[in-house]
């Protein structure tokens, strides 16, 4: 991605109300996930212990998996690259590729999958809405994004198919 592209996706988002709403979807977005994984863990713990163990055992270890990955990588963000003002402010430096906060939450989807295909369904479309929004929010590539988003999926599948 250049300035310029950077630029045009993110134009419509620099007045002050969509700004502010883009900035509000975001940390919804995270906190539903981040508040629903727990409530997952809580709920199989008490229907199905082994799916338990394996919900918080795959998403885990691809957590961990994927911190030491984007460290040993360390790409840069697009705010230190392109010379942009991000709209989600922010001041980490590099760990940018790939996006753990995209992962995260596909990971939490898939999750819910063995909840309920409905609720996974809505938390992929959630990550999905996530990944758009750290994009145009200037804090990754769309290639960070779209790696976090596969990388979250595959862990999850090979994870499950394994386990359970």
């Known amino acids: 991605m250049t300035k310029t592209q950077y630029d045009k996706i993110?134009?419509?988002f620099r007045s002050q109300k969509p700004q502010k709403a883009l900035l509000a979807v975001n940390r919804l977005l995270t906190y539903t996930g981040y508040a629903l994984y727990p409530l997952m863990v809580i709920y199989l713990f008490f229907t199905d212990f082994c799916r338990?163990?394996?919900?918080v055992a795959v998403p885990g270890s691809g957590f961990?998996?994927?911190t030491v990955v984007r460290r040993m990588i360390n790409r840069p963000r697009p705010y230190e690259t392109l010379d942009i003002a991000p709209i989600i402010k922010k001041d980490t430096r590099g760990n940018s590729f790939p996006s753990r906060h995209v992962f995260s939450m596909t990971e939490i989807a898939v999750t819910a999958f063995l909840i309920s295909p409905v609720l996974g369904g809505?938390?992929?479309?959630f990550s999905v809405c996530l990944a758009v929004i750290r994009v145009i929010g200037g804090v990754?590539?769309?290639?960070?994004?779209?790696v976090?988003?596969?990388?979250?999926?595959v862990w999850c599948?090979?994870?499950y198919m394994i386990l359970l």
């Open 157 to 159: 599948m090979i994870g």
């Open 140 to 146: 990754h590539y769309p290639t960070d994004v779209a």
């Open 122 to 125: 809505i938390l992929l479309f």
């Open 52 to 55: 338990c163990v394996c919900a």
């Open 148 to 153: 976090g988003f596969l990388a979250g999926v």
């Open 10 to 12: 993110s134009r419509p």
């Open 64 to 66: 961990i998996l994927l």
